[in-house]
Each structure stands twice: as structure tokens, then as C-alpha cells.
């Protein structure tokens, strides 16, 4: 029982009631249930991406990270190249850095693993979908015998604040300070500058999970194979960065060179012509943000 590793249980005995056992037995009930989730018009997408033509590429180098745009309507395909390497991907509205990706909340409507069909969806106030899986060619890989799925909004991103807080060390290419690098570029800005703009993550291609008798979090190695990808509908302008993580396939570690490491490639292609003609952009949340106070 990981409630037993407070500290406090140490000086304060715990005893169970006699209906302990009854209280567990208690059935779960879904805390969001999704079925009004406004469905994306898969169909439509499929239907854009048919004829849609290529417009730009970004190679992100291992241990490191990079920016990319993708205009509403447009798709942003990320692609495992030369070896199993997972990513994590930050996004922004690229005309307000505010609203951007908010995985706790993805979590809680989605699960802990997104794939083809689910959303990653943007912070307060706006609370909309920011882009649209359209393909997972790991789709096939569902949750494995140790809990563990691909795509998880359950991590945040590997950071050298926890590896000093952990192991005492100062590692400059963790994903937090790739993706502080990758946007300081791209906006020209100092680094100090941006470091409130990265947030948690969608953990691309990483295997994850929560071990059942501790509850940790773990990770294991990516099933991702070079060609394997993840594609998405950018439901608003996006700003993107992807950092290629130091933890390689997330076998073994991250926080150092020690694993192997690999580039990631994003690729961008505007919808064929005319397709999203009757397709708009999501508006904000409806929410009228008067919190109770008239
Ligand atoms: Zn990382």
C-alpha cells in the first residue's frame, strides 16, 4: 500500500475499519465520462489529408529539441528515424503562448494513453482541442501484461530540478532544457525567458505505466521502430517543440548520454485543397468565467 510510506504512519497507527474490506470492494465510476465530447469528424480529416502536400520538415537532433508551426487544418506527422527514441512534445497556440497544452487535463478525459481519435487539449480558459490524433501506427500495441501503454500523459518531462533533487547531478540536456532551448531559438529571446512557457508533456512513443503494487510510475522499453509514427490535425495555429529525450527508448535511464539516442523527424503537409470548407477552427471554451461573482 503506497499510503503506507508516509512518514507520518510511522508515529500514527492505522487501523483498519471493519468494513474495510467492503469500502474497497466498492465499484469505480468513470470521473469524466467522454460520450459528450464533441467527436472529431475523422472522415473530413481523412478526407484533407488525401490530397495533402508537404510543407515543411524538421529533423530534431538526439538529446536535443526543435520548433515546428502547423496552421490550423494543417497535419504534423512525427516519425521513430534511424532507431527507438521517444519524444516529448510541448504545444502553444502560436499567437498566445498561454493557451497551451494541458496534459493533466487530457488525462482525465482521455486516460492515461492517447492514440487515433483523442485529443490533446489546451489549459484554462480555453479548454479546447489544440490537435487531433489522425494515426498511430503503435496503435496496435493497447496495454501490455505490466499496465504499460505507448503516448502517455501520465510523465511530465525528464528535468535536471529532479535530477539534482535525486541524484545530485547537473545534466543540461534533459527534455525540460531541450525545449527551453528549442523555443528561446525560435523566438530569439533569452532562455530565462522562456523556461515558464515548457509544461508537462505528451511523452511520444513512450511505454509507461503505473506499477500495481507501489503505484509508481515506470517506464520501459519503447516498442517504437524506425517508420513507426504519430500523426496529428492541428485543430488551431500550433507552435510546437519536440525534444528527442535523453533516455533513448526509455529502456534503461535518462538524465545522461549513458543510453543511445536517436533523431526524431516532424513533417508538416497542408490539407488538400478546398477539403475543410466546412470545417472550423474550435472556439474556446463557452464557459462564461464569472466564477460565481455576478
Ligand atoms: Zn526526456
Redesign the pocket.
Same mark, same amino acid.
Given at each position: 500500500m503506497r499510503f503506507c510510506r508516509m512518514s507520518h504512519s510511522e508515529t500514527l497507527s492505522v487501523v483498519e475499519p471493519v468494513d474495510g474490506q467492503d469500502r474497497r470492494a466498492v465499484a469505480p465510476v468513470i470521473c469524466y465520462p467522454n460520450e459528450t465530447l464533441p467527436v472529431p469528424p475523422m472522415a473530413l480529416y481523412r478526407a484533407a489529408r488525401a490530397g495533402a502536400q508537404k510543407v515543411d520538415e524538421v529533423i530534431v537532433p538526439p538529446r536535443d529539441a526543435g520548433c515546428f508551426t502547423a496552421p490550423a487544418g494543417h497535419f504534423f506527422r512525427i516519425t521513430s528515424i534511424e532507431g527507438s527514441q521517444?519524444g516529448?512534445l510541448n504545444l502553444w497556440n502560436a499567437k498566445d503562448l498561454s493557451e497551451r497544452f494541458y496534459s493533466g487535463k487530457t488525462r482525465a478525459l482521455h486516460g492515461t494513453h492517447i492514440t487515433t481519435g483523442e485529443r490533446m487539449w489546451s489549459s484554462f480558459p480555453y479548454l479546447r482541442p489544440m490537435a487531433t490524433i489522425v494515426h498511430d501506427t503503435l496503435g496496435w500495441y493497447g496495454i501490455d501484461a505490466f499496465g504499460g501503454s505507448v503516448h502517455d500523459v501520465i510523465g511530465t518531462? =525528464?528535468d535536471p530540478y529532479t535530477g539534482n533533487l535525486l541524484s545530485d547531478v547537473q545534466y543540461h540536456h534533459?527534455?525540460h532544457s531541450n525545449l527551453i532551448r528549442a523555443l528561446a531559438a525560435y523566438l530569439r529571446v533569452d532562455p530565462a525567458e522562456v523556461e515558464q512557457h515548457v509544461h508537462d508533456v505528451l511523452n511520444v512513443f513512450m511505454c509507461t505505466g503505473f506499477t500495481r503494487d507501489t503505484g509508481q510510475y515506470f517506464m520501459k522499453a519503447s516498442p517504437v521502430r524506425p517508420g513507426d509514427y504519430l500523426e496529428f490535425f492541428a485543430e488551431i495555429d500550433i507552435l510546437g517543440a519536440l525534444?528527442a =529525450?535523453?533516455?533513448g527508448d526509455c529502456s534503461s535511464e535518462?538524465t545522461s548520454d549513458t543510453a543511445a539516442c536517436y533523431p526524431l523527424k516532424v513533417e508538416v503537409f497542408a490539407p488538400s485543397p478546398n477539403s475543410l470548407s466546412d470545417w472550423s477552427s474550435p472556439a474556446r471554451n463557452g464557459y462564461d468565467r464569472s466564477h460565481g461573482l455576478g
Open positions: 521517444v516529448d518531462r =525528464c534533459c527534455c525534444s =529525450c535523453p533516455g535518462h
